[in-house]
Each structure stands twice: as C-alpha cells, then as structure tokens.
C-alpha cells in the first residue's frame, strides 16, 4: 500500500486544506510514499518539511489536483 495518502475522490466537492505533514519517515511501502490525490484544486495549500521517504516500491511522492504549498527538506531514497 501507500505510506501517506490523502485523497479526495473524483466528483466529490470535498476540499482538504492546510494539509500538513511534519517530521516523519516513511519507509518501506509497497506503493508512493507520499501521495496526494484530487481533481483540480481538491487539495489546497500543503506543508511537507522535514519528511524523509525511503524503499518505496513506487514514486516517493505524487501530486495530483494540489493548489498552493511549501516542500522543505524533503528526501526520497530508493524508490521504484
């Protein structure tokens, strides 16, 4: 499965905001790493800092649908 994953579904008119993701690893998963999924601007205004991502079978992290955000020490290491 995936490490971290936020989602909104396609036709929902859901919005996440001030998503933040702070201060963690994530290793060791057999999909993405840190994935955040949406139609347009279903995700809006994201913080991801200090995050290290390692050994995901897939990317490390994938956007789709995020409006606005701040990526700050961020490490992917041995992704697929």
Do not use: N, Y
């Amino acid at each position: 499965g995936w490490g971290i994953r936020f989602l909104v579904p396609d036709g929902d008119r859901a919005v996440l905001r001030d998503l933040v993701v702070r201060d963690c690893r994530i290793e060791r998963v057999d999909h993405t790493g840190l994935k955040f999924t949406a139609p347009r601007d279903g995700i809006r205004d994201v913080l991801v800092e200090h995050v290290a991502v390692s050994h995901s079978g897939g990317p490390g992290v994938q956007m789709s649908g995020v409006t606005g955000g701040r990526f700050a020490h961020l490490s992917v290491d041995h992704s697929g």
